[in-house]
C-alpha cells in the first residue's frame, strides 16, 4: 500500500488534498453569494419562503453576476483538477525525482489558486489565461511522462 | 498493492461505486427525461428525424425544467463526488479507525442519496441545502485529516 | 504499492492517462475555437482590450454553438470521465482477467474516442448516443464487478 512515509506519495497528497479544499470551498463561495445578494437561486422551489429565503422574488432566478462567477469558477475547476488528481497519482507511483514532483505538483497548486484570485478580481482574460495555461500544461507533462514511463 | 482485504480499503472501495453507479445513473435519468418528454435536447442537429426523435420540433431545444433538473443534479454531483473519491481514498490510507471510516464514507453516501431525493421531489431549498452541507463537511473534515496526519 | 510492471496496472495507467489528455485536450479546444472566432466568451472582463482581444464587441459574450459544442463535450466528458478513473483502478485491484480488463478500460477510451469524433462532426443524436451508451455500460459494469468482488 503506497505509504506517506514515501516523500513522493506524501507531496502528491498533500496537493491532491489542497485542491480538494478548493473545489470544495468553491461550493461556499457560491453558497455564500447567494446568500448575501438574495439572487442567483437556480431551482423553482428555492422560491418556497422559508429561513433561508425570507421574501421570494421570482428575479432571484435570474442571472446574477456576481454568484454566476463562482459559479464559472467551479466549473473551470472541475475542469481541470479531477484530471490533475489521476494523473498526479499516476506520475508519482512512476518514481520521478522528488524535486521534480514537488515543483509540478505544488506548481499545479499556485497556478490555481493564481487563476482563482484572477478570477474573483476579474482581471484581464490575459492574466487569468496565463494561470490556466500553467496549471494545463503541467497536467498534460505529467499524463506524457506518465504514459512514456508505462510504455517504455 | 491495497487489498480488499483490509476492511478499511474495502469501505472506500464500496462508498467509492456506489457514489460512480450513482453519477452514471444520473446520466441515464437524464436520457430517460429526454426520452418521455421528447424535449430539453441541447444539440441542433439532434432535431434530425430517427428512432430517437421521429416528429422533430426547434422548441425540443428549448430548457425544459424536467430535464434540466437532472441535469442540474448532474452538475451538483460533479462538484461532489469527484472531490469525495480522491479523498476518501487518502483518507483510509492514513489509517484512520474503521468505525470512523465507516461513519464518514457511507455517511457520505447517505447524505447524497437524501439529497437525490430532495432535489428530485423539489423539497424546499433549506432540505436541499441540509444533505448538500453534511456531504460537503465530510470531505472538508476528511481532507483536513489526511493533511494533518501527512504533515505530522 | 501498485507496480506498472503488472500489466493489469500498465492497462488502467495507459487508459487513465489517455482520457486525462483528452479532458485537458477539451480545454485547449475550447480556447481554440474562442480565438479562431474571436467569440464565445463568457466573463464580463474579456471584454477589456489587449493581446487576446484587440477589438471587443459586447456580441463576443453571446452563445456562439460552434465555441460552446466545445464546452457541451467537455461536459460530457466531465460526466462520465472521472467515475471511469476510479471505478477502472478499483476494477484492475480486483484482480479480473487482463483481456477482460483490456476490452473494457481500452474499450472504454475506443467509445469515448468515437463520442468525439459523432459530437464534433454533428452526426445525428443516434449515433452520439451509441457510443455514450457503450462508454456508460462499461462504468456501470466494471462498478458492478467491483462492488460484487468486494461484497464477496
Do not use: C
Amino acid at each position: 500500500m503506497p505509504s506517506f512515509d514515501d516523500p513522493l506519495f506524501a507531496t502528491y497528497a498533500i496537493a491532491a488534498t489542497l485542491m480538494a479544499l478548493k473545489v470544495m470551498g468553491q461550493g461556499w463561495m457560491t453558497v455564500y453569494r447567494m446568500m448575501k445578494t438574495n439572487r442567483g437561486l437556480v431551482n423553482p422551489e428555492d422560491l418556497i419562503p422559508g429561513p433561508l429565503n425570507r421574501a421570494p422574488d421570482p428575479a432571484q432566478l435570474d442571472l446574477d453576476d456576481y454568484v454566476d462567477r463562482s459559479r464559472r469558477m467551479h466549473r473551470n475547476d472541475l475542469e481541470n483538477i479531477p484530471a490533475f488528481w489521476v494523473v498526479g497519482l499516476l506520475f508519482v507511483l512512476t518514481g520521478p525525482a522528488l524535486a521534480l514532483a514537488q515543483v509540478l505538483l505544488f506548481g499545479f497548486v499556485a497556478a490555481r489558486a493564481a487563476h482563482f484570485v484572477a478570477y474573483v478580481t476579474k482581471q484581464r482574460h490575459e492574466v487569468r489565461a496565463t494561470f490556466y495555461t500553467i496549471g494545463s500544461v503541467i497536467v498534460i507533462y505529467m499524463a506524457l511522462h506518465t504514459l512514456w514511463s508505462v510504455l517504455t
